[in-house]
């Protein structure tokens, strides 16, 4: 009985990936892109895809970057304190997994779950890699924006949102349609890429994990459009090779157009003891400042406060002993009155994110106080607020 199941697996894995030269052809009359050698394709399980991903995660960061990230995150309050950062983002990853391109071993991968409506869209995403992998090296790609956080997620929204582009436009094509006329179809198909009740552990997760794993998709594939429109087929290759360097510039191409660089506003000083060393620094963008403040406030505030971020920084400094940790942040704005507006949404954060607050000083631009983790001091200064969290007691 096991036997003839195996054996219904390759049947049903042979006739799939059978498909596979076929569609990467046509992805490739699209695009314009070389198919330089067929791609290799094959089934595999959930448990393999699950082992997979927990290498990748062993391979492309050491267990002090995945806690420095997760202790980050904690501090801005986007996870609950006693959130696993690794095994969630693994088994989000797991469950959201219909198929994937192993950018290593250049080989694509169909998981047996997938149902039959869906394996030719999903060929045609992970085809859409692996063209893209065999003229811009994917791995290094990827591997280049690490140098900034938000860099990288501009860089992941490059290459899913062109994946997603080209899967759209492929299944465009076979109702008589392309994406290239229709401004709605385009917005219509990003929006596919959303969860609608069928993944549990993606419905139970932090608003900060849902938002930045579709946005590649959604906001990406939008991004890419825009592209296109803006530089024809030239397009598809430009934005590897000049890749954005901001989320900011995937929300609003124009900007990209524009080359608009974020700023990098100083950070306060905390005048700390002797004791203390950096543990982790990096940007936040335009995609992270929606997620503070739709998480804070709502997602109107954030939609108007947002798109007004100049660049913002932060650092988090802690002691040899990881008793305290201090987080250093600033976000420049473009304008006095956004730097206003986001310091009052600020503030309401820190009120949220706390089970206490106690403010023992405030104006309008400065704020003193006490949360869970600390004191803390809130300021504004023109178009720059800054904020220091988790301070220890004052020396009387």
């Known amino acids: 009985m096991a036997c003839g199941a195996a054996s219904a697996e390759s049947l049903r894995a042979t006739e799939l990936c059978s498909q596979a030269g076929r569609i990467a052809a046509e992805l ?74 192993d950018y290593d071993k250049k080989r694509l991968f169909v998981t047996e779950t997938t149902s039959p409506e869906t394996q030719e869209p999903v060929l045609a995403h992970e085809l859409s890699h692996a063209i893209a992998d065999q003229n811009f090296n994917l791995a290094h790609f990827i591997r280049q924006g690490r140098k900034s956080d938000d860099g990288a997620a501009a860089r992941m929204a490059v290459m899913e949102g062109q994946a997603t582009w080209l899967m759209s436009e492929y299944l465009a094509h076979r109702l008589g349609q392309s994406l290239r006329n229709s401004p709605d179809l385009v917005r219509r198909m990003s929006r596919q890429s959303q969860s609608d009740g069928q993944y549990p552990v993606f419905d139970q997760a932090p608003l900060y994990l849902r938002i930045t794993l579709v946005f590649p998709y959604t906001e990406g594939m939008v991004f890419q459009n825009e592209v296109l429109a803006h530089d024809g087929d030239e397009g598809f290759g430009e934005v590897f090779k000049h890749a954005p360097v901001s989320t900011q510039q995937i929300l609003h191409p124009q900007k990209y157009f524009d080359h608009v660089q974020p700023t990098l506003p100083d950070l306060p000083d905390p005048h700390l003891p002797s004791g203390y060393k950096s543990l982790v620094g990096g940007t936040l963008g335009e995609l992270d400042q929606q997620v503070i403040l739709q998480q ?101």
């Open 28 to 101: 490739a009359t699209i695009s314009g892109m070389k198919l330089h050698h067929p791609v290799p394709c094959d089934f595999i399980t959930k448990e393999k895809v699950n082992e997979f991903l927990k290498k990748r995660v062993k391979d492309t960061t050491t267990p002090e970057e995945i806690r420095a990230e997760e202790l980050t995150l904690k501090k801005f309050g986007l996870v609950p304190p006693d959130f696993n950062l690794a095994d969630k983002t693994v088994d989000l990853l797991t469950e959201q997994a219909a198929a994937f391109y």
């Open 296 to 396: 804070f406030t709502d997602k109107a505030r954030a939609d108007e406060i947002a798109p007004h971020l100049r660049g913002s920084t932060f650092e988090l400094l802690e002691t040899k002993k990881h008793d305290r940790d201090v987080l250093l942040y600033a976000a420049e704005w473009d304008s006095e009155g956004a730097a206003r507006d986001y310091f009052d949404a600020y503030r309401e954060a820190m009120a949220k994110k706390w089970k206490k607050m106690e403010v023992t000083a405030q104006t309008p631009d400065s704020l003193d106080g006490s949360g869970d983790d600390g004191r803390f001091e809130l300021r504004r200064k023109g178009a720059v607020v800054t904020s220091i969290e988790g301070l220890p007691p004052a020396v009387n």
